[in-house]
C-alpha cells in the first residue's frame, strides 16, 4: 500500500516496534540500529538531505566541520520530536554549557550546533525522539576535501575569511601547506567513520557531475560498492542541460544501482525563515520535486525508472531498509528467549534433583561418596601422583620457606637458619606436594641440625655442670662434659624438632586444597560428558559436594584431627631420645675413645675448663647426630606410614559410623530444603514470566513483519 511520506508505516507499526524494543531489553538482548553516515563535496547537499528525511530544516549555516551525530529513537509519547543535546566531550572544559545534556526546540538546533562547529573528530551527539520512527543513526559529516578527490578547487570551504590579495608567495604556500594538511586530517577522521561495515554510505553528488574518483574513493571502505547508496542532488539543474528524450534516457542509464536522483530546495538567507515550520518545508520539498517529475514527463522517460527520483523515495528507501534491518533480527531475540526458557527449564530440573537429594538414603550415598572421593585423592598425593599438577599446586623449597604456616627456620635465639645452595638439599627448585615434599622437609632438617654449632661455652657453664664433682679426676671429666653436652643438645635440637613437627603438619593438611582442586576438575570434566551425551541419553545428575560446604569441612576435620593426632604421638616418642645426664655420661665412659688427662690435678683451673670444654663438643656432636638420626626415622615411621596407612580407617570409619540424625545436622538438610524450595519458585516465575513474554513476542514480531 502506497503510504504518504513521512507517514509510511501506521502508528501502530511503530508502537509495536517500540515493545519488541522493550522486550528486548528485558532479555538483555542488543540490537545495534542501522547507521547511515552522509557523505560528499562541498555544497553537495548532505545536511539538506538529512534534513529531507526528518522534515525538518535547522542546520543553517557555515559549513559542516565536524560530525554531527543524529540518534533517532522510537518514543510513544512524543507526538512531536524531543531533542536533547548531549555532553560535548570536546568543548566540556570550555563552559558549563556544553558539560551537560539538555533538551533543545527545532528552531534552536542550527544555534547550538553552529556553537560547537569546530574542527574535530569527535561528533556532536543529537538526539531524536519521535514516535514514528524506528531507531536509526544518521551521521552528517565534513565536506570531503577537493584535494582528495582530484579537483582543482577555487575556494576553501573552511576558511574563516577570504585570502588576502597582496600576499606573497611564501605567504600562499604556507597556506597551502595548511590546508593541505586539514585535509588530510579530514580524511584520517572520515575513515575512522566510514570503516566500519555496519554503516551505509550515502554519497551525495551533483547530478551529472559523478567522477570515477569519488567511486575510487568509497571503494577504499567499500569495495564492491554493496553498503553504498548514491544520492545525485540538484537535478533540475542538470535536466536544464538535457534537451531530448534520448539525452534523458541515456542519462538515467548511467545511474548506478542503489541511486537516487532529486533536487532539494535551497533556502537564501534572506528566507531563511520561511520554511522553518515542518509542514511549509515538506510543502516546498513536494513542490521542486513535482516540478522535476514534470520536466522528465515532457521527456516520455523510461517509467522503469520512476522510484529513484525524489526525495520521497529516497526516505522511503531508508525505512524500509530500516525495517528490514530490525525484521531480520527478530529472530535472534526470540532464539535468546527460547534459550532461557531451556535454560530455566534445566535449572528448575537440577533444583529438583537436589531436592530429591536430601532424602536420608540419599544423603548417606552422598556422605559415602565425598568420604570416598576426597580419600582416594589424598591416598594419591601421599603415595605419589601427577594428578594434582605439581607446576601449579606443588611448591619449590623457596615457596614452602615464605608460606606463614610453614616459615623459615630458626635457631634457639629465633634468628633465621638460612639454607645454603651448598647444602645440596634434593629437589629444592622442584615443585613438590605429598611424599616428595615431606622426604624434601627431612633432607631440610638434617642439613640444618648437622650446621647447627653447640655455641659457646663460659667458665659459669662448666662450674654450674660440675656441682659437687671435681673436674681433676677422672670422673669429674666426663660427668662435667656430659651434662653440658646434654642440655646444650636439648637447648638447640628440640626447638628444631618441634619445627620439624609443625612443617610436617602443613605439608599433610595443604594436601586438602590440592584434593579440592583435582575434585573440582574432576567434577567439571563429568559434566562436559554429561553434557556431550545429553542429547542422546539422559544422564544422571552427580550430586555436587560443594552444595554441602558444613559436611565437607567435617570430613576434612576428621582428616585434620588425624594428622594432628599422629604427629603428637610422633613428636612424643621423639623426646624420648633426649636422654637424662646420667644415660650420656654412661654411654661416653663405656664406649668414647677420647684420652683423658691422668694427673688432671696437676693442671691449672683454666686448663682444666679447656680439657671439659673440647670433650663436650665431642660428645656433642656424637648426640647430636645420634638424635638427628632418630628424629629423621621416627618422623618417617611413627607419623609418615601411619597417615599412609591408617588414613581410610581414621576417616571412613568415623563418616560410616554417623547416625541419620547427625548426617541431617551436617548436610544442614532443613536450611537447603528451604533454600532450594524458594529457589524452585523463583525459576518457576520466572519461566512463567518468560512465556508470557514468548507468546506475545511471537505476536508482536508477526504484526511488525505484516505492517498494515
Known amino acids: 500500500m502506497q503510504r504518504e511520506t513521512y507517514a509510511e508505516f501506521s502508528d501502530t507499526t511503530y508502537n509495536t516496534f ?50 554531527v551525530q543524529i540518534n533517532m529513537l522510537c518514543n510513544p509519547s512524543c507526538a512531536d520530536p524531543k531533542l536533547i543535546l548531549r555532553r560535548d566531550a570536546f568543548l566540556s572544559n570550555k563552559g558549563q554549557e556544553y558539560d551537560h545534556d539538555f533538551e533543545i526546540t527545532l528552531d534552536m538546533v542550527g544555534n547550538e550546533i553552529q556553537k560547537r562547529n569546530s ?18 543513526i544518521l551521521i552528517d559529516t565534513p565536506p570531503i576535501p577537493d584535494s582528495t578527490l582530484g579537483i582543482t578547487s577555487t575556494t576553501n570551504p ?30 584520517q577522521n572520515l575513515t575512522k567513520l566510514l570503516t566500519p561495515a555496519n554503516r551505509t554510505i550515502v554519497c551525495v553528488e551533483e547530478a551529472g557531475k559523478h567522477t570515477e574518483s569519488m567511486e575510487d574513493f568509497i571503494k577504499q571502505f567499500d569495495p564492491k560498492l554493496e553498503r553504498t547508496i548514491w544520492v545525485h542532488n540538484k537535478l533540475s539543474d542538470h535536466l536544464v542541460t538535457l534537451q531530448t528524450s534520448s539525452d534523458v534516457n541515456r542519462y538515467l542509464t548511467s545511474l548506478q544501482a542503489n541511486s537516487f536522483a532529486l533536487t532539494l530546495p535551497v533556502l537564501q538567507k534572506n528566507t531563511e525563515g520561511k520554511y522553518s515550520k515542518a509542514a511549509e518545508f515538506r510543502t516546498k520539498l513536494k513542490e521542486v520535486n513535482q516540478d522535476d517529475m514534470k520536466r522528465l514527463e515532457s521527456f516520455s522517460f523510461d517509467r522503469k525508472y520512476g522510484k529513484q527520483f525524489g526525495y520521497a523515495n ?8 530500516s525495517w528490514k534491518h530490525f525484521q531480520e533480527r527478530m529472530p535472534i531475540v526470540l532464539e535468546n528467549l527460547q534459550n532461557k526458557l531451556k535454560q530455566l527449564q534445566d535449572d528448575i530440573s537440577v533444583v529438583m534433583e537436589q531436592l530429591q537429594s536430601m532424602e536420608p538414603s540419599r544423603i548417606r550415598t552422598t556422605a559415602t561418596n565425598y568420604a570416598m572421593s576426597f580419600l582416594q585423592n589424598l591416598e594419591k598425593l601421599i603415595k605419589g601422583t601427577l594428578e594434582g599438577i605439581p607446576n601449579q599446586n606443588g611448591q619449590t623449597l623457596q615457596d614452602e620457606l615464605d ?3 610453614s616459615g623459615a627456620w630458626v635457631d634457639v635465639e629465633y634468628k633465621p637458619v638460612k639454607v645454603e645452595a651448598d647444602w645440596n638439599i634434593p629437589y629444592s627448585e622442584n615443585k613438590l606436594y605429598g611424599k616428595q615434599q615431606f622426604e624434601r622437609l627431612l633432607s631440610q632438617f638434617h642439613a640444618v641440625a ?43 635440637m628440640l626447638p628444631l624438632v618441634n619445627q620439624l613437627y609443625e612443617k610436617s603438619m602443613y605439608i599433610l593438611k595443604r594436601l586438602v586444597n590440592v584434593v579440592d582442586k583435582m575434585m573440582s576438575t574432576s567434577k567439571k570434566a563429568t559434566a562436559k560428558r554429561q553434557n556431550t551425551t545429553a542429547s542422546s ?6 550430586e555436587s559436594f560443594l552444595d554441602f560446604p558444613y559436611y565437607t569441612n567435617a570430613v576434612k576435620e576428621l582428616y585434620f584431627s588425624f594428622v594432628e593426632q599422629t604427629a603428637r604421638s610422633c613428636l612424643d616418642k621423639c623426646k624420648d631420645d633426649f636422654y637424662c645426664t646420667q644415660i650420656v655420661y654412661w654411654d661416653m665412659v663405656n664406649f668414647s675413645s677420647h684420652q683423658f688427662p691422668k694427673e688432671s690435678f696437676n693442671l691449672e683451673i683454666y686448663e682444666q675448663q679447656e680439657e671439659v670444654i673440647e670433650l663436650s663438643k665431642i660428645i656433642f656432636k656424637d648426640v647430636q647426630k645420634r638424635i638427628t638420626l632418630n628424629i629423621l626415622l621416627k618422623f618417617h615411621s611413627n607419623f609418615f606410614m601411619p597417615i599412609q596407612n591408617d588414613l581410610w580407617g581414621a576417616v571412613q570409619g568415623k563418616v560410616t559410623s554417623l547416625d541419620d540424625e547427625a548426617l541431617v545436622e551436617l548436610f544442614q538438610v532443613q536450611a537447603n530444603k528451604s533454600t532450594l524450595m524458594q529457589r524452585r519458585n523463583t525459576l518457576t516465575e520466572t519461566q512463567k514470566k518468560y512465556g508470557t513474554l514468548e507468546e506475545k513476542f511471537r505476536v508482536e514480531t508477526s504484526r511488525f513483519s505484516h505492517p498494515k
Open 18 to 67: 517500540n515493545s519488541l524494543m522493550g522486550m528486548s531489553r528485558e532479555l538483555n538482548t542488543h540490537i545495534d540500529p542501522p547507521e547511515y553516515v552522509f557523505i560528499g563535496p562541498n555544497n553537495s547537499g548532505k545536511t539538506s538531505l538529512i534534513e529531507s528525511y526528518l522534515g525538518h530544516t535547522f542546520t543553517r549555516g557555515k559549513p559542516t566541520k565536524r560530525p
Open 119 to 136: 574542527s574535530t573528530a569527535v561528533p556532536i551527539f543529537l538526539q531524536y525522539e519521535f514516535k514514528n520512527t524506528f531507531n536509526i
Open 158 to 187: 573552511d576558511a574563516e575569511e577570504e585570502p588576502k590579495k597582496d600576499q606573497t608567495k611564501e605567504d600562499k604556500e604556507a597556506a597551502a601547506k595548511k590546508k593541505q594538511k586539514k585535509d588530510q586530517k579530514y580524511v
Open 314 to 321: 529516497f526516505r522511503n528507501h531508508i525505512i524500509q531498509s
Open 403 to 405: 608460606e606463614d604456616e
Open 450 to 492: 648437622e650446621h647447627i654449632e653447640m655455641g659457646p661455652i663460659s667458665h659459669d657453664d662448666i662450674a654450674c655442670a660440675s656441682g659437687p664433682n671435681k673436674t681433676t679426676t677422672y670422673s669429674g671429666f666426663a660427668w662435667s662434659a656430659s651434662d653440658l653436652a646434654q642440655r646444650r643438645s636439648r637447648k638447640i
Open 537 to 542: 541419553t539422559k544422564t544422571p545428575r552427580e
